[in-house]
């Protein structure tokens, strides 16, 4: 059973609307990630952090923000959605005495704007 | 160039076959590899990891690393339908998180 949740499973929205994905472990883990995933192609990094107030941006840039006042809860906003933001968005942990292969995906987002 | 290469596939093997999935790497001073499994609708799970070169067994999965050639493998033996997903390669550059291929689709036929 997952220990990182995700939350919608599934967003439609229209072109211009704030949207917030959520994500949440309960695992205790430092490290947390967000992924962008589109069909066929790699998993692109968008934003991690490494602790409380620690967030950073990724390798792919993203019009996204992300916050991280608790351990747990590493949420993700899009100020003004648009048709480009259309992808699968997903979420990781890592517990750093496991080192980076110690990774917890969650279910995922599957995000569609319209 | 890319940190890492997969051939997207889609791959189709009867039930039973023998699969191969690869993935090349960029730079010989990469030491951690991953394959992660992902079922569709669901997020990639870790199926095993290896440092530096060699073989590692579990089960019917075996991940092998070459680096002389910068080359990681996974195989999969007596292949069953329930392997049908998209098996990930990761690799741990030292930088801020893992660099992932883009994964080979994997049908196992009954």
């Known amino acids: 059973e997952a220990d990182i949740y995700q939350t919608p499973r599934y967003l439609v929205i229209g072109t211009g609307k704030k949207i917030t994905l959520e994500c949440s472990q309960t695992?205790?883990?430092?490290?947390m990630y967000w992924y962008q995933q589109d069909p066929g192609m790699e998993l692109h990094l968008i934003h991690y952090?490494?602790?409380?107030?620690?967030?950073e941006k990724g390798d792919l840039s993203s019009e996204s923000t992300v916050s991280r006042i608790r351990t747990e809860h590493f949420p993700l906003t899009l100020e003004s959605a648009r048709p480009s933001h259309t992808s699968q968005y997903l979420c990781a942990s890592s517990d750093r005495d496991r080192g980076s292969y110690g990774y917890t995906f969650g279910s995922g987002t599957r995000l569609t704007v319209v | 160039q890319k940190e890492v290469e997969q051939d997207p596939g889609p791959l189709s093997v009867p039930e039973g076959a023998i699969v191969s999935l690869n993935c090349t790497y960029s730079n010989s001073a990469f030491q951690y590899f991953m394959w992660y499994r992902q079922y569709s609708r669901k997020g990639p799970e870790l199926l095993m990891y290896t440092y530096s070169s060699g073989n590692k067994e579990d089960g019917r999965f075996t991940a092998q690393v070459d680096k002389s050639s910068k080359y990681i493998s996974l195989f999969i033996r007596d292949s069953q339908p329930s392997d049908s997903a998209t098996y990930l390669c990761?690799?741990?550059?030292?930088?801020?998180?893992?660099?992932f291929g883009s994964g080979t689709r994997l049908q196992v036929q009954p």
């Open positions: 695992m205790g883990h430092d490290k």
């Open positions: 952090s490494y602790g409380v107030n620690s967030t």
């Open positions: 990761a690799i741990d550059t030292g930088r801020r998180a893992l660099t």
